[in-house]
């Protein structure tokens, strides 16, 4: 049981490239989210996703596309990549919104 | 708008020492209350989930208290470990677009 797993654990980008950050569950969670992590920010929400096929926008969802084709997987696109991007990116599922969320290691992005 | 406060921002204690982390949110209208462990580069690790309706939740030396009323959370910490020294975050879930609001986290130092 792997849990919440990311790929890349680190990336740098420049300004314009796009690139896509994977996310992967095995607990067969309903609910999925990203998050983004910024000193002196906290926490962020990106986007989330209650079920396949149904996502919706969080606090911060400009410059970031996501689709949830399968319950496993909830990637998130980056479309034309922004030094203001430059962040720590966090996955993370729960049973639903209401139960406990688990995250995953996290994906280190630098945009020059 | 939910917003969540936590005090202090940095704590350091000798090992040994029982210590108290302070969460508050602004809305009382939540639906539970997580408590995080988040270590330097790393994901963030569950460590309790209060619904809602519950007044505390324990795990091993962890006891975390919820007044829903006053707005408040408390994580208290027995018999402090060096091994416990990290960043400590609390995350409000209600009906914020299914999402929770992190707090910024106090960092806490254990000293051997």
Redesign the interface.
Known sequence: NAG?TQTPKFQVLKTGQSMTLQCAQDMNHE?M?W?RQDP?M????IH?S?GAGIT????VPNGYNVSRSTTEDFPLRLLSAAPSQTSVY?C?SGRN??????????TRLTVT | KQEVTQIPAALSVPEGENLVLNCSFTDSAIYNLQWFRQDPGKGLTSLLLIQSSQREQTSGRLNASLDKSSGRSTLYIAASQPGDSATYLCAVGGNYGQNFVFGPGTRLSVLP
């Open positions: 919440v609910y989210s998050y002196g906290g926490l962020r929400l989330y209650v919706d926008q969080g606090e966090f993370a919104p209401y139960y406990e969320q688990y995250f995953g290691p996290g």
